[in-house]
């Protein structure tokens, strides 16, 4: 489980929507591990709202895709979500993603959701 911010979309595949990162050099992608026990909090916190959002289809056990318009409203979610109290672990992980996703608008590219 893993988010991955890709920083260049240049050569990469894709499946679909989706980029391909298994062949990606480590100068396109940035990739920040998830641990198992970070499912149940993603799903009781973070999946619905922000599908109802984007309009993405990010899952568990599923890998989805949001492009630079998508981590607009991602990174807007985000920075509201923060001013509520949560879980130190989902201030860990939102605050790695407001990261990620400031750095996709900048780049035009995105974040692949690898959960």
Not at 30 to 42: A, G, P, R
Not at 56 to 64: A, F, G, K, N, R
């Amino acid at each position: 489980m893993r988010f991955i911010l890709i920083r260049d979309l240049s050569d990469l595949d894709f499946y679909g929507y989706i980029p391909e990162t298994f062949n990606a050099s480590e100068k396109q992608i940035e990739s920040f591990e998830l641990d198992e026990k970070d499912e149940d909090l993603l799903d009781k916190d973070f999946i619905n709202p922000v599908n109802d959002l984007c309009h993405s289809l990010i899952d568990l056990m599923d890998v989805d895709y949001l492009n630079s318009a998508q981590c607009k409203l991602l990174l807007g979610w985000l920075q509201q979500r923060l001013t509520h109290s949560i879980e130190p672990r989902l201030k860990t992980i939102y605050t790695v993603l407001i990261r990620f996703a400031k750095a996709a608008i900048d780049l035009q590219t995105g974040i692949v959701f690898d959960l």
